[in-house]
Protein backbone atom coordinates (compact mmCIF):
# COMPACT_ATOMS: atom_id res chain seq x y z
CA UNK A 1 0.00 0.00 0.00
CA UNK A 2 1.88 2.84 -0.91
CA UNK A 3 1.59 6.31 -0.23
CA UNK A 4 -0.58 8.54 -2.63
CA UNK A 5 1.56 11.38 -3.96
CA UNK A 6 -1.84 13.23 -3.66
CA UNK A 7 -2.40 14.94 0.06
CA UNK A 8 -5.42 13.37 1.84
CA UNK A 9 -8.00 16.06 2.66
CA UNK A 10 -7.69 15.57 6.43
CA UNK A 11 -3.15 15.02 6.04
CA UNK A 12 -2.29 16.79 9.19
CA UNK A 13 -5.26 15.75 11.32
CA UNK A 14 -4.59 14.04 14.13
CA UNK A 15 -7.63 12.02 15.44
CA UNK A 16 -7.38 9.71 19.09
CA UNK A 17 -10.24 6.99 18.90
CA UNK A 18 -10.64 5.70 21.83
CA UNK A 19 -13.99 4.35 21.00
CA UNK A 20 -14.90 0.53 20.48
CA UNK A 21 -18.01 -1.98 18.71
CA UNK A 22 -18.98 -0.23 15.33
CA UNK A 23 -20.38 2.82 15.72
CA UNK A 24 -17.54 4.81 16.56
CA UNK A 25 -14.32 3.05 15.21
CA UNK A 26 -16.74 3.05 12.05
CA UNK A 27 -16.39 7.32 12.20
CA UNK A 28 -12.67 7.32 12.90
CA UNK A 29 -12.56 5.00 9.95
CA UNK A 30 -14.00 7.36 7.95
CA UNK A 31 -11.74 10.52 9.12
CA UNK A 32 -8.61 7.89 8.27
CA UNK A 33 -9.70 7.61 4.97
CA UNK A 34 -9.31 10.91 4.59
CA UNK A 35 -5.82 11.27 5.01
CA UNK A 36 -5.92 12.39 9.09
CA UNK A 37 -3.85 10.05 11.33
CA UNK A 38 -6.21 8.31 13.50
CA UNK A 39 -4.20 6.38 16.70
CA UNK A 40 -6.32 3.63 18.24
CA UNK A 41 -6.23 3.86 21.54
CA UNK A 42 -6.88 0.29 23.31
CA UNK A 43 -6.13 -1.75 26.05
CA UNK A 44 -2.97 -3.71 26.55
CA UNK A 45 -5.21 -6.48 26.07
CA UNK A 46 -6.70 -5.49 22.94
CA UNK A 47 -9.89 -3.90 22.21
CA UNK A 48 -13.63 -5.87 22.44
CA UNK A 49 -14.43 -6.03 19.00
CA UNK A 50 -10.94 -8.57 18.04
CA UNK A 51 -12.40 -10.70 19.63
CA UNK A 52 -16.37 -11.11 18.80
CA UNK A 53 -16.29 -12.02 15.30
CA UNK A 54 -19.61 -11.27 13.13
CA UNK A 55 -20.66 -14.22 11.56
CA UNK A 56 -17.86 -16.36 13.27
CA UNK A 57 -15.41 -14.48 10.36
CA UNK A 58 -11.93 -14.99 12.72
CA UNK A 59 -9.50 -14.19 9.86
CA UNK A 60 -5.73 -15.09 10.90
CA UNK A 61 -4.50 -12.39 13.43
CA UNK A 62 -7.38 -10.14 12.88
CA UNK A 63 -10.93 -10.72 13.06
CA UNK A 64 -13.17 -9.64 9.93
CA UNK A 65 -15.28 -7.29 11.85
CA UNK A 66 -12.16 -5.40 13.34
CA UNK A 67 -10.48 -5.44 9.93
CA UNK A 68 -13.34 -3.72 8.21
CA UNK A 69 -13.28 -0.90 10.90
CA UNK A 70 -10.01 0.03 11.54
CA UNK A 71 -7.80 0.50 8.26
CA UNK A 72 -6.08 3.81 8.22
CA UNK A 73 -5.30 4.13 11.87
CA UNK A 74 -2.25 2.75 14.16
CA UNK A 75 -2.58 1.46 17.36
CA UNK A 76 -1.29 1.96 20.73
CA UNK A 77 -2.12 -0.14 23.24
CA UNK A 78 -1.74 1.46 27.03
CA UNK A 79 -3.57 0.72 30.55
CA UNK A 80 -5.26 3.65 30.88
CA UNK A 81 -6.40 3.03 34.48
CA UNK A 82 -2.81 3.74 35.43
CA UNK A 83 -1.05 7.07 35.93
CA UNK A 84 1.90 6.47 33.67
CA UNK A 85 -0.92 5.35 30.95
CA UNK A 86 -2.74 8.41 31.55
CA UNK A 87 -0.22 10.64 31.24
CA UNK A 88 0.41 9.00 27.95
CA UNK A 89 -2.92 9.64 26.60
CA UNK A 90 -3.13 13.24 28.01
CA UNK A 91 0.22 13.88 26.37
CA UNK A 92 -1.33 12.84 22.65
CA UNK A 93 -4.47 14.74 23.06
CA UNK A 94 -2.62 18.29 23.88
CA UNK A 95 -1.59 17.82 20.10
CA UNK A 96 -4.21 16.16 18.86
CA UNK A 97 -7.06 17.47 16.28
CA UNK A 98 -10.18 15.47 17.30
CA UNK A 99 -11.23 12.89 20.52
CA UNK A 100 -13.74 10.38 20.09
CA UNK A 101 -15.27 7.95 22.78
CA UNK A 102 -18.13 6.34 23.49
CA UNK A 103 -17.55 4.72 26.71
CA UNK A 104 -20.66 4.18 29.22
CA UNK A 105 -21.84 7.25 31.65
CA UNK A 106 -19.36 8.09 33.86
CA UNK A 107 -16.10 6.05 32.28
CA UNK A 108 -14.21 9.06 30.75
CA UNK A 109 -14.50 11.14 33.95
CA UNK A 110 -13.45 8.33 36.05
CA UNK A 111 -10.31 8.01 33.07
CA UNK A 112 -9.60 11.90 33.60
CA UNK A 113 -10.66 11.94 29.34
CA UNK A 114 -14.12 13.91 29.86
CA UNK A 115 -14.85 17.12 27.88
CA UNK A 116 -13.97 18.98 30.83
CA UNK A 117 -10.12 17.66 31.44
CA UNK A 118 -9.22 17.19 27.75
CA UNK A 119 -10.50 20.87 26.91
CA UNK A 120 -7.55 22.24 29.27
CA UNK A 121 -5.36 19.98 28.17
CA UNK A 122 -6.13 21.24 23.99
CA UNK A 123 -8.69 24.14 23.87
CA UNK A 124 -8.96 23.52 20.14
CA UNK A 125 -9.95 20.17 20.70
CA UNK A 126 -13.05 18.45 18.74
CA UNK A 127 -14.27 16.17 21.42
CA UNK A 128 -16.84 13.55 20.24
CA UNK A 129 -19.05 12.30 22.90
CA UNK A 130 -21.36 9.16 21.44
CA UNK A 131 -24.14 7.35 23.82
CA UNK A 132 -26.97 5.01 23.12
CA UNK A 133 -29.86 7.24 24.24
CA UNK A 134 -27.66 10.80 25.19
CA UNK A 135 -25.89 11.71 27.85
CA UNK A 136 -28.24 12.23 30.41
CA UNK A 137 -31.95 11.51 30.49
CA UNK A 138 -33.87 8.55 31.94
CA UNK A 139 -32.09 6.16 29.48
CA UNK A 140 -28.68 7.71 30.14
CA UNK A 141 -27.75 3.86 31.48
CA UNK A 142 -29.34 1.59 29.17
CA UNK A 143 -27.27 -0.31 26.62
CA UNK A 144 -27.00 1.12 23.57
CA UNK A 145 -27.03 -1.91 21.12
CA UNK A 146 -27.99 -1.61 17.52
CA UNK A 147 -31.05 -3.85 17.33
CA UNK A 148 -32.67 -2.32 20.37
CA UNK A 149 -32.00 1.02 19.03
CA UNK A 150 -34.04 -0.03 15.82
CA UNK A 151 -36.60 -1.68 17.52
CA UNK A 152 -37.19 1.55 19.61
CA UNK A 153 -36.67 3.67 16.46
CA UNK A 154 -40.56 3.06 15.63
CA UNK A 155 -39.13 1.87 11.63
CA UNK A 156 -39.82 -1.66 12.27
CA UNK A 157 -43.45 -0.78 12.48
CA UNK A 158 -43.15 0.70 8.96
CA UNK A 159 -43.29 -2.47 6.69
CA UNK A 160 -44.99 -5.95 6.80
CA UNK A 161 -47.78 -7.56 7.98
CA UNK A 162 -50.58 -6.42 10.61
CA UNK A 163 -50.22 -8.34 13.90
CA UNK A 164 -46.90 -10.24 12.78
CA UNK A 165 -43.47 -9.47 14.25
CA UNK A 166 -41.42 -6.76 12.82
CA UNK A 167 -38.48 -7.05 10.71
CA UNK A 168 -35.09 -5.86 11.90
CA UNK A 169 -32.96 -4.36 9.03
CA UNK A 170 -30.70 -6.22 7.45
CA UNK A 171 -27.74 -4.56 8.42
CA UNK A 172 -26.39 -3.20 11.83
CA UNK A 173 -28.51 0.06 10.37
CA UNK A 174 -28.38 2.21 14.15
CA UNK A 175 -24.42 1.50 14.33
CA UNK A 176 -24.10 2.91 10.63
CA UNK A 177 -26.10 6.10 11.03
CA UNK A 178 -24.21 6.94 14.09
CA UNK A 179 -21.15 6.54 12.58
CA UNK A 180 -21.94 8.86 9.79
CA UNK A 181 -23.53 11.27 12.27
CA UNK A 182 -20.29 11.72 13.82
CA UNK A 183 -18.59 11.74 11.23
CA UNK A 184 -20.64 14.68 9.72
CA UNK A 185 -20.34 16.51 13.35
CA UNK A 186 -16.71 16.23 12.83
CA UNK A 187 -16.17 17.70 9.68
CA UNK A 188 -18.63 20.45 10.98
CA UNK A 189 -16.43 21.32 14.32
CA UNK A 190 -13.03 21.33 12.29
CA UNK A 191 -14.94 23.78 9.71
CA UNK A 192 -15.59 25.65 13.26
CA UNK A 193 -12.58 25.77 14.44
CA UNK A 194 -10.74 26.35 11.40
CA UNK A 195 -12.91 29.86 11.05
CA UNK A 196 -12.41 30.72 14.57
CA UNK A 197 -9.90 28.91 16.58
CA UNK A 198 -12.12 27.03 19.02
CA UNK A 199 -12.40 22.85 19.80
CA UNK A 200 -16.13 22.03 21.45
CA UNK A 201 -17.84 19.20 22.41
CA UNK A 202 -20.10 17.42 19.85
CA UNK A 203 -22.43 14.83 21.09
CA UNK A 204 -24.26 11.97 18.98
CA UNK A 205 -26.69 9.86 20.05
CA UNK A 206 -28.23 6.29 18.11
CA UNK A 207 -31.92 7.20 19.09
CA UNK A 208 -31.50 10.92 17.63
CA UNK A 209 -29.54 9.87 14.59
CA UNK A 210 -32.42 7.35 13.87
CA UNK A 211 -34.92 9.23 14.97
CA UNK A 212 -33.30 12.05 12.33
CA UNK A 213 -33.24 9.59 9.48
CA UNK A 214 -36.85 9.59 9.34
CA UNK A 215 -37.40 13.29 9.12
CA UNK A 216 -39.69 12.31 6.10
CA UNK A 217 -41.93 9.64 7.60
CA UNK A 218 -42.19 10.98 11.40
CA UNK A 219 -43.65 14.22 10.10
CA UNK A 220 -46.46 12.72 7.93
CA UNK A 221 -47.08 11.73 11.31
CA UNK A 222 -46.96 14.21 13.65
CA UNK A 223 -47.70 17.07 11.07
CA UNK A 224 -49.83 15.91 8.80
CA UNK A 225 -51.39 13.04 11.34
CA UNK A 226 -51.56 9.73 8.92
CA UNK A 227 -51.25 7.11 11.51
CA UNK A 228 -48.66 4.27 10.75
CA UNK A 229 -50.94 1.54 9.98
CA UNK A 230 -49.67 -1.94 8.62
CA UNK A 231 -51.88 -3.66 6.57
CA UNK A 232 -52.28 -7.67 5.94
CA UNK A 233 -50.13 -7.52 3.23
CA UNK A 234 -45.98 -7.00 3.69
CA UNK A 235 -46.46 -3.61 1.29
CA UNK A 236 -42.68 -2.20 1.94
CA UNK A 237 -43.83 1.19 3.82
CA UNK A 238 -47.18 2.58 5.36
CA UNK A 239 -46.67 5.52 4.32
CA UNK A 240 -46.20 5.14 0.11
CA UNK A 241 -49.23 4.09 -2.11
CA UNK A 242 -49.19 0.18 -3.29
CA UNK A 243 -48.15 -1.66 -5.68
CA UNK A 244 -44.43 -1.20 -3.38
CA UNK A 245 -42.82 -3.84 -1.81
CA UNK A 246 -41.11 -7.31 -2.51
CA UNK A 247 -42.96 -9.84 -4.49
CA UNK A 248 -42.09 -13.38 -4.90
CA UNK A 249 -41.13 -14.68 -8.44
CA UNK A 250 -41.03 -18.37 -9.75
CA UNK A 251 -37.28 -18.49 -9.09
CA UNK A 252 -36.65 -15.68 -6.73
CA UNK A 253 -37.56 -12.07 -6.00
CA UNK A 254 -38.29 -8.59 -7.15
CA UNK A 255 -38.59 -5.27 -5.52
CA UNK A 256 -41.45 -2.81 -7.47
CA UNK A 257 -42.10 0.77 -6.54
CA UNK A 258 -45.05 3.36 -7.81
CA UNK A 259 -46.11 1.68 -10.78
CA UNK A 260 -48.83 3.36 -12.81
CA UNK A 261 -51.71 0.87 -12.36
CA UNK A 262 -53.11 1.10 -16.05
CA UNK A 263 -49.85 0.71 -17.49
CA UNK A 264 -49.60 -2.54 -14.83
CA UNK A 265 -52.94 -3.49 -15.58
CA UNK A 266 -51.44 -4.33 -19.25
CA UNK A 267 -48.51 -5.66 -18.37
CA UNK A 268 -49.71 -8.37 -16.17
CA UNK A 269 -52.62 -8.71 -17.99
CA UNK A 270 -55.16 -7.82 -15.22
CA UNK A 271 -58.26 -5.92 -16.21
CA UNK A 272 -59.53 -5.12 -12.65
CA UNK A 273 -56.70 -2.18 -12.56
CA UNK A 274 -58.11 -0.47 -16.18
CA UNK A 275 -59.10 3.06 -15.13
CA UNK A 276 -57.91 2.97 -11.46
CA UNK A 277 -56.65 6.21 -9.74
CA UNK A 278 -52.91 5.62 -8.42
CA UNK A 279 -53.20 8.14 -6.07
CA UNK A 280 -56.50 6.91 -5.09
CA UNK A 281 -56.78 3.43 -4.83
CA UNK A 282 -52.79 3.40 -4.12
CA UNK A 283 -54.45 4.13 -0.69
CA UNK A 284 -57.72 3.09 -0.37
CA UNK A 285 -57.32 -0.72 -1.27
CA UNK A 286 -53.17 -1.17 -0.84
CA UNK A 287 -53.86 -5.33 0.11
CA UNK A 288 -55.48 -6.13 -2.35
CA UNK A 289 -53.81 -4.60 -5.32
CA UNK A 290 -50.32 -6.04 -3.46
CA UNK A 291 -51.96 -9.65 -3.38
CA UNK A 292 -52.94 -9.37 -7.33
CA UNK A 293 -49.97 -8.44 -8.20
CA UNK A 294 -48.22 -11.01 -6.33
CA UNK A 295 -49.82 -13.67 -8.13
CA UNK A 296 -49.24 -12.78 -11.37
CA UNK A 297 -45.26 -12.12 -10.64
CA UNK A 298 -45.38 -16.04 -9.34
CA UNK A 299 -45.86 -17.14 -12.60
CA UNK A 300 -42.42 -16.36 -14.65
CA UNK A 301 -38.81 -15.63 -13.54
CA UNK A 302 -36.82 -12.51 -12.45
CA UNK A 303 -34.96 -12.14 -15.28
CA UNK A 304 -38.95 -12.40 -17.61
CA UNK A 305 -40.29 -9.46 -15.38
CA UNK A 306 -36.92 -7.17 -15.43
CA UNK A 307 -36.99 -7.08 -19.25
CA UNK A 308 -41.05 -6.41 -19.25
CA UNK A 309 -41.59 -4.13 -16.78
CA UNK A 310 -38.66 -2.16 -17.68
CA UNK A 311 -39.17 -1.76 -20.97
CA UNK A 312 -42.92 -0.70 -19.52
CA UNK A 313 -41.05 2.27 -17.58
CA UNK A 314 -42.25 0.85 -14.34
CA UNK A 315 -39.59 1.20 -11.16
CA UNK A 316 -38.21 -2.11 -10.69
CA UNK A 317 -34.81 -3.80 -9.83
CA UNK A 318 -33.79 -7.42 -8.61
CA UNK A 319 -33.23 -8.94 -4.58
CA UNK A 320 -29.84 -9.18 -4.77
CA UNK A 321 -27.82 -11.61 -2.41
CA UNK A 322 -24.17 -10.57 -1.40
CA UNK A 323 -22.85 -12.90 -4.22
CA UNK A 324 -25.29 -10.83 -6.56
CA UNK A 325 -24.20 -7.40 -5.51
CA UNK A 326 -20.39 -8.25 -5.10
CA UNK A 327 -20.51 -9.34 -8.95
CA UNK A 328 -22.64 -6.50 -10.07
CA UNK A 329 -21.75 -4.70 -13.24
CA UNK A 330 -22.47 -1.64 -12.35
CA UNK A 331 -20.65 -2.35 -8.39
CA UNK A 332 -17.55 -3.47 -10.05
CA UNK A 333 -17.79 -0.41 -12.68
CA UNK A 334 -18.00 2.21 -9.32
CA UNK A 335 -15.14 0.24 -7.86
CA UNK A 336 -17.45 0.25 -4.75
CA UNK A 337 -14.90 -2.80 -3.33
CA UNK A 338 -11.45 -1.81 -2.50
CA UNK A 339 -8.46 -4.53 -2.51
CA UNK A 340 -5.30 -4.64 -1.25
CA UNK A 341 -2.89 -7.20 0.87
CA UNK A 342 -2.39 -7.22 4.65
CA UNK A 343 0.55 -8.64 6.31
CA UNK A 344 -1.43 -11.08 8.52
CA UNK A 345 -5.20 -11.26 7.05
CA UNK A 346 -3.60 -11.78 3.08
CA UNK A 347 -5.63 -10.27 -0.29
CA UNK A 348 -8.01 -8.52 1.70
CA UNK A 349 -11.17 -6.90 -0.39
CA UNK A 350 -13.65 -4.64 1.28
CA UNK A 351 -16.49 -1.74 0.13
CA UNK A 352 -14.57 1.27 -0.42
CA UNK A 353 -15.37 5.16 0.00
CA UNK A 354 -18.90 6.37 0.11
CA UNK A 355 -17.55 9.44 -1.31
CA UNK A 356 -15.01 10.98 -4.63
CA UNK A 357 -13.27 14.01 -4.86
CA UNK A 358 -11.38 14.68 -7.78
CA UNK A 359 -8.34 16.43 -6.22
CA UNK A 360 -8.05 14.43 -3.17
CA UNK A 361 -8.82 11.40 -2.93
CA UNK A 362 -9.78 8.93 -0.08
CA UNK A 363 -7.03 5.73 -0.11
CA UNK A 364 -5.84 2.85 2.17
CA UNK A 365 -2.66 3.85 3.54
CA UNK A 366 -2.70 0.75 6.15
CA UNK A 367 -5.02 -1.92 7.12
CA UNK A 368 -6.42 -2.41 10.68
CA UNK A 369 -3.50 -2.86 13.17
CA UNK A 370 -2.27 -5.23 15.60
CA UNK A 371 -2.85 -4.77 19.27
CA UNK A 372 -0.12 -2.38 19.46
CA UNK A 373 1.71 -2.60 16.80
CA UNK A 374 2.25 1.25 16.78
CA UNK A 375 2.97 1.69 20.26
CA UNK A 376 6.46 2.17 20.04
CA UNK A 377 6.88 4.93 17.34
CA UNK A 378 3.65 6.90 18.29
CA UNK A 379 6.01 6.87 22.29
CA UNK A 380 8.85 8.12 19.98
CA UNK A 381 6.99 10.84 18.35
CA UNK A 382 6.13 11.98 21.84
CA UNK A 383 9.49 12.63 22.79
CA UNK A 384 10.26 9.25 25.16
CA UNK A 385 12.97 7.71 24.34
CA UNK A 386 13.86 3.78 24.05
CA UNK A 387 15.06 3.08 27.85
CA UNK A 388 11.49 4.48 29.05
CA UNK A 389 9.81 2.56 26.56
CA UNK A 390 11.55 -0.59 27.84
CA UNK A 391 10.21 0.10 31.23
CA UNK A 392 6.31 0.68 30.10
CA UNK A 393 6.50 -2.14 28.37
CA UNK A 394 8.21 -4.33 31.08
CA UNK A 395 5.57 -2.73 33.90
CA UNK A 396 2.55 -3.61 31.07
CA UNK A 397 1.58 0.36 30.95
CA UNK A 398 2.09 -0.64 27.43
CA UNK A 399 1.97 -3.25 25.24
CA UNK A 400 3.57 -3.52 21.53
CA UNK A 401 2.86 -6.46 18.94
CA UNK A 402 5.25 -6.91 16.37
CA UNK A 403 4.20 -7.89 12.51
CA UNK A 404 5.25 -11.22 11.61
CA UNK A 405 7.68 -11.11 8.54
CA UNK A 406 7.28 -13.60 5.93
CA UNK A 407 8.72 -16.74 5.72
Known amino acids: MPDSPTPGI?????????????????????????????????????????????????????????LSLNRNKRSLAVDLKSDDGRRIVHELIAKADVFLQNYRPGVAARLGLDYPTLAALNPGLVYVSMSGYGEDGPYRDRPGQDLLLQAMSGAMLSAGRAGEPPSPAGLYLADAVTASTA???????????????????????????????QMQELSVYTVGGVPQQRGAEPNAHVYIRAPYGVFATAD??????????????????????????????????????????ARHLRTATTAHWLDVLLAAGMWVGPVYGYDDLVNDPQIIHNRTFIEYDHPTEGHVKTPGFPYRFAKTPPRVQRGAPLVGQHTGEILAELGIDDERVHELLASGVVAQTSVPVPA
Open 252 to 293: GYLALGFADLNALGEVLDEPSFAGMDPEEHGWTHRDELYATV
Open 10 to 66: LDGYRVVDCSIAMAGPFAAQRLGDLGADVIKVEPTGGEWQRFAAAGGARGNAINVSF
Open 183 to 213: FEGVLAALLHRERTGEGQLVTVNMLDALTAL
